[in-house]
């Protein structure tokens, strides 16, 4: 019985640590929502970009799209595609496709090159021997094939609209110390299913309440690593792309705000893309992100806090850092209320207080953070949000205490490779370049 009492207090510590592990993310979400109601109760918002500078077009700089590539089959048509029909000078519109495709992608991209370069598109099909660095590898060898002042980055499944770099460039051109530009990105195949539906709702919180309400109070915010802009050289004064991380976007996000630079957030216009239809696939890609965050704390963090920030700052960058220990937190604070369950004879009358508190904490982030996007983007109808955001929660245990372990060991040192997500070309392809 001794035994039982002192395993039973062991799981509640743990239990009680891990639950403050979810309030201090917790935390950070409510911060998030009161900057949103604050500005809502004044009428003005705390921030806006510079205005766009305007710049002839004998005056634009050139711009390097980048599209890295994996066994994306026929999604490079419409990526190439794309690329090509975006409104800017013919003769500063570079691209390149960044494809270390062991697949028929390298035939079928051969082929569109071939017609768009005939077509006077500047495009090319950059091939390495190896994926070494993966993406961050073939982002850094594509640059290094370019000296184009601004280089425009696209996941294989984003589609931005034909004006993307008219309206979005003169942002960065305005403001010499912004180092990237951030698109909001939206997802065209959310409604596929109930899963895709559950992502657009979180993901449409990301960029509204997340992204542009970090970007407004002056926080550090990271670049998503596609449907955005990097300055030639902010990328060259923070070191280049690294591959010693899954998240080479925010590793890049980081070094380049300890360098000096900033971000811009722009709303409008949205780049859409694509979020994966099938769970299994859905937590390859969390557990990527997930570990890259990891490994991005562990490299970064002491030089947050051994740099000249300002203590908001260097707190606000770590809050940012650190918000996927909801992960590992929430795997942790289930499988102890579990275990107490079990231990106390499943009598859950003492725990219940914990749990209330924390069925509160849930309840008021995730109506907090998902409410304001969906309504203001005009996602559907209440009953459609309720149904949706009502699926979240069980999602994300899910896919923490799937995850938790890989997660845990990265945090010890384990080394992670990269793995793709798998997705389905989109079904209303965009219009052939001329």
């Known amino acids: ?39 809502l109760l004044v009428g003005a918002r705390w921030r806006e970009p510079l205005p766009p500078a305007v710049v002839p077009d004998a005056d634009l700089p050139h711009v390097l799209v980048q ?4 066994n994306e089959g026929e999604m490079v048509i419409d990526a190439l595609h794309t690329a090509a029909n975006l409104d800017w000078p013919r003769d500063k519109l570079h691209i390149q496709l960044l494809d270390d495709s062991t697949d028929d992608t390298v035939t079928i991209a051969k082929s569109v090159i071939r017609e768009l370069s005939l077509a006077g598109v500047d495009v090319k099909h950059v091939r390495r021997d190896n994926r070494v660095g993966f993406k961050a590898g073939a982002l850094a060898a594509g640059l290094a094939q370019s000296d184009a002042p601004i280089i425009a980055m696209l996941d294989v499944d984003f589609r931005p609209p034909r004006d993307w770099l008219r309206v979005s460039v003169p942002y960065l051109l305005s403001d010499p110390k912004a180092g990237f530009l951030q698109s ?24 509204v309440m997340e992204q542009a309400t970090r970007y407004r109070a002056g926080w550090l915010f990271q ?13 060259s004064q923070a070191g280049g792309w690294s591959a010693d991380s899954l998240c080479e976007d925010m ?86 209320f579990v275990f ?9 009358v003492a725990y219940l207080p914990l749990m209330g508190f924390l069925a509160i904490l849930i309840a008021v982030v995730a109506l907090g953070m998902t409410s304001m996007p969906y309504f203001l983007l005009r996602r559907g109808t209440l009953i459609e949000y309720l149904k949706t955001v009502a699926s979240v929660p069980p999602l994300m245990v899910y896919v923490s205490v799937s995850n938790a372990p890989s997660i845990l060991k990265t945090l010890f040192g384990r080394r992670e490779h990269f793995k793709r997500t798998p997705k389905v070309r989109p079904t209303n392809p965009p219009e052939r370049t001329a």
């Not at 239990?15 to 929502?33: E, Q, R």
């Not at 990105?185 to 895709?196: A, G, I, K, M, V």
Request: glycine share 6%; aromatic share 10%.
């Open 1 to 39: 019985m001794i035994a039982i009492d002192a395993l039973r207090i062991f799981f509640e510590i743990i239990l009680t640590v891990a639950v403050c592990g979810l309030v201090i993310v917790g935390g950070s979400f409510l911060l998030l929502i009161a900057v949103n109601l604050i500005e």
């Open 67 to 70: 599209i890295p590539a994996f």
């Open 184 to 207: 909001r990105c939206e997802f065209s195949n959310y409604r596929t299913n109930w899963l895709t539906r559950a992502q657009g709702l979180l993901l449409d919180s990301h960029f």
């Open 223 to 235: 670049f998503n690593g596609t449907g955005g802009l990097w300055r030639r050289d902010a990328v």
């Open 251 to 336: 590793d890049l996000t980081v070094r380049a705000e300890l360098a000096g630079w900033h971000g811009i957030f722009l709303m409008e216009p949205p780049v859409p893309g694509l979020v994966p239809e099938r769970v299994r696939h859905w937590r390859v890609q969390q557990r990527r992100w997930s570990n890259g965050f990891v490994q991005v704390a562990r490299k970064l963090l002491p030089r947050v806090w051994s740099s000249d920030w300002a203590l908001r700052d260097k707190v606000s960058a770590s809050a940012l850092i650190l918000i996927q220990a909801f992960y590992p937190c929430a795997a942790i604070a289930t499988v102890s």
């Open 340 to 348: 107490c369950l079990i231990l106390s004879g499943l009598n859950p």
